[in-house]
């Protein structure tokens, strides 16, 4: 099982990007998925997040600007990026949190990170 995101880019400041992140394999269940994002010199922060049942949160900074969103039949998640700021530059990750899978006869959990990917806002 993995997550794969795509979608980062470079945007002037005021613009728009979409993020995509896919999990793939045997997968049962995901809980909550959520966007990240680690910014040069600073701490992963949580960006938004979606549980199962759709309810979503999101950090203040980004707060009527950015829109998390899922699709369970693709296991994708999705973060749609409005109104960017050159602060909002950053690699973004996906999290699952966690996965149920199936590995033979078996059901795992696990979290899973995407690899990440870069958006970079120019003012």
């Known amino acids: 099982v993995q997550l794969q995101a795509s979608g980062g880019g470079l945007v002037q400041a005021g613009g728009s990007l979409r993020l995509s992140c896919a999990a793939s394999?045997?997968?049962?269940?995901?809980?909550?998925m959520g966007w990240y994002r680690q910014a040069p010199g600073k701490q992963r922060e949580l960006v938004a997040g979606?549980?199962?049942?759709?309810?979503?949160n999101y950090a203040d900074s980004v707060k009527g600007r950015f829109t998390i969103s899922k699709d369970n039949a693709k296991n994708t998640v999705y973060l749609q990026m409005n109104s960017l700021k050159p602060e909002d530059t950053a690699v973004y990750y996906c999290?699952?949190?966690?996965?149920?899978?199936?590995?033979?006869?078996?059901?795992?959990?696990?979290?899973?990170w995407g690899q990440g990917t870069l958006v970079t806002v120019s003012s």
């Open positions: 999290k699952a949190d966690p996965v149920t899978y199936q590995s033979g006869s078996a059901y795992y959990t696990k979290v899973l």
């Open positions: 979606i549980t199962s049942r759709g309810s979503t």
């Open positions: 394999g045997s997968i049962y269940s995901i809980n909550t």
